[in-house]
């Protein structure tokens, strides 16, 4: 793995814009890829599909606006970013939008809601504040933008402004910004400068017209009336022009916690204060919905031993503005790895025992498109025959530790690849952290000895591997460590080459490590006869979440005559059916048959599997029992999500007990079911059945 | 396989009667088979389950009645049928009953209806005959009494009387039989005395209070009034009190066709004859549901080299009355075969290379219970390794010839075998017609120089292993040739040892034979290295079946602009990419690796899996999108069930041309994923990836 091959790599990549469904993305880049993949792989597939993507309209352009008495407009947003440095003057860049949003004009009172979350919105309700019919605003951070759209919507709102407040991206602390500080960030820091906005997605479902399949040619697509798509308008607008609305906002003063980095009051609003009284606010959105043709470039190395059997590495193509980071971060690392590891093969030392796949996506920002096409395609390839995924989406948002989430059959291989990759930082090397697993050790671990693993719910490309077929997945980064929402830049024009060289990975040192880390996983998950896949790291991470449920939940289900003693006892039989898998997996040996060792892999690479539950979580396309993205925040990812959902419908007065009961049954049963599917018949070497548990 | 031990089995089995949940059936025959099996099998489990079953109330008899405008009932139906013979008068016999029939008491004008087909229904409407809030009163056989039942509450009925019609059930011609020849049928010849009647569950889909779920301690439990059980009052009665009936109906006759063996006008009713005319007819309903413990018995011989891999099979161990034929003529041969195979083991001869399953299923009667939760909770593990399931119901109902009915994978296995094993009717050998093969050919075949094999719909415990679980299945029986719905002591007193040893097979030949068919496909799918599954088979039978499709539907598709283009291409590239598969299969050879092999079989035993889609076909459990249980009559299969569904509902104004449009795609997408699912690596001999398809 070379750093200057990653650095060329992200040059090549970022020199023009490419958002998903241009000439530059779906063209060029997809051709080049191609080709260098062919040039080093063993084969190439191209995997086209039709689906609808979502664009601002140049000739109609998106604003909030302050409308007056009289019907006049003021104080429009931007539609585009300023051009801070010479490097992103590129024509094509993607206005300001946010995908999927329909196109209309909505005008009302204006609130402030903080994050749009649903506790914000029932704190509003605690204070009698009514945003029905009327346009809120509300900061970017912490939960998915769809999300924040669809709880605006569930609380009556006609429509949304998004922000990026300068606390959570500009830098600075608690009320100090304001308008005469407009060298704010970029390009004199990597905060994000006044003029700065993020577009993005409001959809994580792959493509809106075809759910559940492939968007294929013969496939048949469904009105963009029964799609699921968000039904009010929406707009992400900078914090130079936020602070023009809020500053003029009247009313009750926001909570404490709801106020940000601009140098104003924050009030909840309702009203402007005067001269103001009588103006509304307004959002104009043009977008329109076009049926693109988007490609996936998926290449392979073939297993010598069981070709049919995939451990897969992804990541995708398309970038809002210049990729710099997300994706092509990733982009020119994973590139580099597939070049790495080719080269072994090509020298002829050495092949995997399995197929070592290599996916690049398509329209990943509009939803994760490329890979859900894919995995609803191939989804019964998956299901049977891949081992693993590892998903790399930004590869590098900072240099301070490894960031990893992964299904629990992936921990112990993670933290055995990190104790073996140097530590790309010097200086923490001669403090006697010579790997990354010790500098993720010193920055994370807190009460255990281990640096901690998060739970995988959307966002990224992962999603349908683990939601839909239970393939045990990891989404790998190397990151800050401060407690901001994302790297500043994150989908705005400034997210360029420039922006990785002077301000993330000057010495594309950490894409290295992060390059390293992802190819020795895949290194070890297709070549070593027995798989790294813990069945005993899954069985403690279910009892650590039980524990967890249990002091959430337990009182308040006691208190309804539901007891977790049912759970509680199948968590326990899982952990001594995994405990038994694993001595079985550790007791095969060089004398052991090819028959026997895949036997053992066999129901080690099934475990997700079982947690599937074909039926899927009510009123979710997600299937998996034990993570699923939290149903008021896609990006996180919420245990047990059946019962947790139940649950709150519950005690929101929108679900019943019965729904609870039947929620945890479903639970308690996948975890039983695991149990059927880790058992298995091995033979003994001095009696043909010495050890037989079917 | 001996003869002398099927009849040994047989008789042991039915000396009293064993209905679902009695002690008879759950006690004394599950502690039988369970010990008889550990005496010759490697290991034997018993799997229980809490489910809903349903009976008959001894304290309040269920009844059809003749209620008078005084409010008196006359006319009762017997609650129990006449004893005949000396070895059907034990104790215990359950009387008359439809399970899960709801109890309570509905009264209204009669009508006759025929077979209650949705086509019957139909033709009433054609006739001006409005059958809301009456009862009907219908013919048994040729659909499934639950549709029967279903299609009277469609139609707006307030009851069902079922009765076995003499022209069905009695061996007598059309307008033949009246209460003088009370002599008719068994124990003088094999057809249904005029007392007989025809006890019969409602439904197919396992418990009814646990749907999708295995019925487990800790699973939740649905409220009845949440089930989809019938909602209507229904009854079944002999031949002989439906007279009484029928003999009174008033009107207008009933089309020719639906004239049966009674010496009667048939007339559609709506009244009765004079001095009837004020009368009603009234059905009353005694029937509880209770909850019962019901248990699986399943044995193994353990594989040596795939162990993890199985090749299952079933039979039920419940019986309505005696289960002379249904089921113990098949867990006689079940027996057998498990005893003959085990031997070979136990003599060290012999192993199989993948692992035996033997299925004694429960509750069968009341739903395919047994089987439905045990492959429920089993769910992942047959989904991912299951070979295969040979089902044995009633497995000799005459001795005409075979009939199998079974997923195209398995015709060829099928031929071969039933081309090994001889005929047992000695006369036809000296016919020449030597095999089983041979008979069956001469018996059923027409154009083609193969008998024909059936499609499975529902109505046996192969249901859920296909329809769920993707499970290559088919269902063996040595059959009658004439024209009549079923043999015609099913499901009454009369299907004793002695109908079987009198009028079925006396000397335990065909038994034998079906045998030998069932232990010969059990050795060559667990034993051969290549299993013989034909991709080829699977392949023709979609180009016959689209064939077939086209000539009924494609007309009227073309009109309403839909083409089949579309699902024609992709018939024709699972074409090739089967031909490969077989290709393939066929050139592994002595030399080749157990890896090479493995790939294949993987391959050949997954394809069943590609077909099967999660979401379910609309508004079903089942997942099959080439085979599934008609949705008028669960008996037969439909082909292509979600488009010729959609296809009906748009005929009938209840669906719309984009659902199916929706079907139609579906379909194809399912017959393109098995391309990918078919498609394999495979390393050739002088290079090491000469042939590689991935």
Redesign the interface.
């Known amino acids: 793995i070379q750093t200057t091959n990653i650095k060329k790599n992200l040059h090549e990549l970022t020199v023009k814009p490419y958002e998903a469904g241009s000439h530059q993305e779906e063209v060029v880049l997809v051709d080049s890829i191609e080709n260098t993949w062919k040039s080093y792989l063993?084969?190439v597939?191209i995997y086209p599909y039709d689906v609808l993507l979502s664009y601002p309209n140049i000739t109609d352009q998106n604003y909030v606006g302050l409308l007056h008495p009289n019907g006049s407009v003021t104080m429009k947003t931007n539609f585009t970013e300023k051009l801070l440095v010479k490097n992103e003057d590129q024509p094509g860049v993607i206005p300001s939008f946010l995908a999927y949003t329909p196109s209309g004009d909505v005008s009302g009172d204006l609130f402030y809601v903080n994050y749009a979350s649903v506790e914000d919105f029932e704190e509003l309700l605690k204070l009698k504040v009514n945003v029905t019919g009327a346009i809120c605003m509300a900061r970017y951070g912490y939960i998915f933008r769809g999300d924040k759209i669809k709880n605006a919507e569930k609380f009556n709102c006609v429509g949304l402004v998004l922000f990026s407040d300068p606390y959570d991206y500009g830098g600075v602390p608690k009320h100090a910004w304001d308008p005469s500080f407009s060298q704010n960030g970029y390009p004199n820091s990597w905060w994000s400068p006044p003029s700065g906005f993020q577009r993005g997605s409001t959809q994580l479902h792959g493509d809106p017209l075809t759910p559940?399949?492939?968007a294929?040619?013969?496939?048949?697509r469904?009105q963009e009336s029964e799609t699921n798509l968000g039904k009010i308008q929406a707009q992400p607008i900078s914090y130079e022009q936020a602070y023009e609305y809020i500053s003029k906002l009247g009313d009750t003063v926001a909570p404490e916690a709801w106020h940000g980095g601009m140098n104003v009051t924050y009030r909840l609003g309702g009203s402007f204060e005067h001269p103001h009284e009588n103006c509304k606010a307004e959002i104009h959105i043009g977008n329109v919905n076009v049926l693109k043709k988007v490609h996936n470039v998926i290449g392979?190395i073939?297993?010598?031993?069981?070709?049919?059997k995939y451990v897969i590495i992804g990541n995708h193509r398309d970038a809002w503005t210049y990729g710099g980071l997300d994706p092509s971060s990733g982009t020119a690392v994973v590139l580099e790895v597939a070049r790495a590891i080719a080269a072994l093969v090509r020298d002829g030392k050495w092949r995997p025992r399995r197929?070592l796949v290599f996916c690049n996506w398509g329209a990943e920002e509009h939803g994760l498109i490329g890979s859900t096409e894919w995995t609803e395609?191939?989804?019964?390839?998956l299901l049977?025959?891949a081992i693993a995924y590892i998903n790399i989406d930004i590869a590098v948002q900072g240099s301070a530790t490894l960031r990893a989430s992964a299904t629990p059959t992936l921990y112990s291989a993670i933290y055995n690849t990190t104790k073996v990759v140097p530590n790309p930082n010097i200086d923490e090397i001669s403090q006697n952290r010579s790997t990354v697993f010790d500098t993720w050790l010193y920055k994370k671990a807190r009460k255990v000895n281990l640096p901690p693993i998060g739970n995988l719910g959307s966002g990224s490309d992962y999603t349908t591997f683990l939601q839909k077929c239970g393939v045990a997945s990891v989404d790998l980064i190397y990151s800050f460590d401060k407690r901001i929402p994302s790297y500043p830049s994150y989908h705005s024009l400034h997210d360029t080459f420039d922006y990785m060289e002077y301000f993330v990975d000057p010495k594309f040192k950490y894409s290295k490590a992060i390059a390293e880390v992802a190819a020795d996983l895949m290194m070890k998950l297709s070549s070593l006869p027995v798989l790294p896949l813990s069945p005993n790291d899954y069985s403690a991470k279910l009892k650590s979440m039980f524990q967890q449920f249990n002091e959430t939940n337990g009182e308040f289900l006691n208190a309804n005559g539901i007891h977790l003693t049912?759970l509680e006892s199948?968590i326990d039989q899982f952990n001594e059916a995994a405990a038994a898998l694993s001595n079985a997996a550790e007791k095969l040996n060089v004398e052991s048959s090819?028959?026997e060792i895949?036997?053992i892999n066999?129901?080690l690479f099934?475990i997700d599997?079982?947690f599937?539950d074909?039926?899927g979580l009510p009123g979710q396309q997600w299937?998996h029992v034990i993570f699923a993205p939290a149903s008021h925040n896609s990006y996180s990812a919420s245990g047990f999500p059946g019962v947790t959902d139940a649950i709150y419908n519950l005690q929101h007065s929108t679900g019943t007990l019965?729904e609870v009961?039947?929620q945890?049954?479903?639970l308690?049963?996948k975890i039983?079911?695991l149990l059927?599917?880790t058992q298995?018949?091995?033979?003994g070497k001095q009696h043909?059945?010495l050890f037989?548990k079917?």
Chains 1, 2 share one sequence.
């Open positions: 063993d084969k597939e559940d399949y492939p294929l040619d013969l496939t048949h469904i392979y073939k297993g010598w031993q069981d070709p049919d197929t395609q191939l989804e019964k390839r049977l025959r049912n199948t090819d028959a895949r036997v066999d129901r099934e599997r079982g599937l074909f039926k299937r019965d009961r039947q945890l049954s479903v308690a049963l039983l079911a059927t599917l298995y018949i091995c033979k043909l059945y037989f079917l």
